[in-house]
């Protein structure tokens, strides 16, 4: 049986005790730079604070992942190169990478070191994955959420690494490292910045009679009405008009999040090794939610007990879940 | 017949806005007082602001008769009791219950929840509000109890009524 190994998000080091002490096999985290893809205002972390992060995780027998999963700009490699330095020597246990000439660097450089594809990679085919495994040596690679359970199990079989998938959390559009959508209107891109809608530029505008529009770069992207459950300001979860369609829709995606806890058991059978949860950019008090509520789930489960799955749909957002294309290619 | 029932619109509101400027004046030294406490305990609070330490916020409890004005500056640390109607200037406004902005300081709530689900109002400077998030919940423990017991058995008996208070009226709805 695949050991279901929680990779759990921490922004803080606060967030990282706290992921550990919920149960967390693994905590995923970043600097406080471009070099990873929550690159938020206030979050993340020093190197004297990861540095005392691995150390506390290491003495929980908890693995410290560093998301390097952003692509730095054409000559720019430096910052990446040296934040692969600085977490080697601090003793971080893998790199999540995208970008080939990062895996490349740290493969050359660390070569007892883990390499993990991150998702923001979109390598979805046997093919894609192979060739990561074969010329920088990936030990896991975390899968696009473009796939049904069929489609991961099938491609379990053709690879020779590990299989890590999103079990709850921020449902993006499922282009992921591919998305250009804030760049074009903010100028800064997701997948060199770091940051998708940054908070400089968004605005939220209470109206007086109770509704609240949300605008990225100035141009509106929601307006919610009273009451009425809200997203985040992401292009992807706009509600937009258009010359087809008489009310504003949805065009790309509706505000939900991902999850995926009544399909562990299929996804352990299919030979999924780790299962991450989203939400770096999250508060403590969603990380020891949804840390302990899938410890729970995934040790019921491993010792053939119904898994005892606690709701979560309060922390989802829009306050709505979805199981996504892993249940069917027809989510929407 | 209570005696405010006797006033007309105008002389309540110059009432209520009497009573709010005696609160904020009542409550001034305590705030002051408690969060130079904190900000001691607490300098990494300062370094994940940023430059943001400059930026003032209005922390806007529906229910209490005053808003709070923050500034995080730890030269100029301060925290006062303002009148809703003659609030100063901040680059950005946090509003919700007093409970619920109490919860999210703790971490016993997440904020984008309470964003999603409409029970948190941000408006004004969202990098502001961002970074004072994130730099709040790196804080270990409860700054709200710590708060309380900087005022000693008076504080945590407030707050732990407080608490109780909110329990029993958030069941109440859950059971409408
Ligand atoms: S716009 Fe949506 S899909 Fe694109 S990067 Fe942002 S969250 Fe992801």
Not at chain 2, 95 to 113: P, Q, T
Request: charged fraction near 25%.
């Amino acid at each position: 049986m695949s050991p279901g190994e929680l990779i759990c998000p921490a922004g803080t080091p606060a967030a990282l005790r706290t992921a550990v002490d919920a149960g967390a096999d693994a905590v995923y985290c970043g600097f406080q730079n471009a070099t990873n893809a929550r690159n938020f205002p206030g979050l993340n972390f020093t190197p004297d604070e990861l540095a005392s992060a691995v150390a506390y995780a290491h003495s929980k027998a908890a693995k410290v992942l560093l998301a390097l999963n952003t692509y730095p700009p054409a000559g720019k490699v430096d910052l990446w190169r040296s934040a692969a330095d600085t977490g080697a020597r601090l003793g971080v246990d893998a790199f999540i990478v995208a970008d080939m000439g990062v895996a490349d660097y740290i493969a050359r450089t660390y070569p007892d070191m883990r390499l993990h594809l991150s998702v923001q990679a979109a390598a979805s085919s046997p093919e894609a994955i192979r060739y990561y495994c074969e010329n920088f040596g990936v030990k896991r690679v975390v899968l696009p959420r473009i796939l049904t359970i069929p489609e991961i199990r099938a491609i379990r079989k053709e690879i020779p690494c590990e299989i890590e998938t999103f079990i709850f959390g921020n449902h993006g559009l499922m282009v992921e490292g591919r998305c250009s959508l804030t760049n074009y209107l903010t100028g800064q891109s997701t997948n060199m910045d770091g940051v998708c809608s940054p908070a400089s530029d968004v605005e939220f505008i209470r109206h007086g009679d109770g509704t609240m529009s949300s605008r990225l770069a100035g141009f509106s992207i929601d307006c919610f009405g009273c009451g009425e459950k809200a997203g985040y300001p992401t292009i992807c979860k706009g509600r937009y008009t258009a010359p087809h369609r008489s009310d504003p829709y949805y065009a790309f995606e509706e505000p939900v999040s991902l999850n995926l806890a009544r399909l562990l058991p299929e996804l352990i059978d299919a030979g999924v090794h780790a299962f991450k949860i989203e939400g770096r950019q999250r508060s403590k008090s969603y990380v020891r939610s949804v840390v302990s509520a899938f410890r729970t789930a995934v040790d019921d489960i491993r010792a053939g007990r119904p898994a005892n799955i606690t709701d979560l749909v309060a922390l989802t957002e829009g306050q709505k879940q979805t199981q996504g294309a892993f249940a069917s290619k027809k989510w929407r | 017949m209570h005696w405010r029932a006797n006033l007309d619109p105008k002389g309540a509101k110059f009432v209520r806005g009497a009573g709010s400027r005696l609160s904020c004046v009542l409550i001034q030294p305590l705030l002051s007082y408690v969060v130079r406490r904190i900000g001691d305990r607490h300098p990494s609070v300062f370094a994940r602001l940023g430059s943001y330490k400059q930026s003032a916020f209005l922390i806007d409890a529906v229910e209490l008769p005053f808003a709070l004005h923050l500034c995080p500056d730890p030269k100029a640390l301060a925290f006062r009791a303002v009148p809703r109607d003659r609030a100063p200037h901040a680059e950005a406004r946090i509003r919700g219950r007093f409970m619920l902005l109490l919860e999210l300081v703790d971490s016993e709530r997440d904020g984008d929840a309470a964003f999603f689900s409409r029970d948190l109002d941000v408006s004004g400077d969202t990098e502001a509000v961002v970074r004072l998030r994130n730099a709040l919940d790196d804080v270990e423990g409860s700054i709200a109890e710590e708060a309380a017991g900087v005022l000693g058995a008076p504080g945590r008996a407030i707050l732990a009524r407080l608490r109780r208070a909110y329990k029993s009226e958030a069941k109440g709805g859950q059971q409408a």
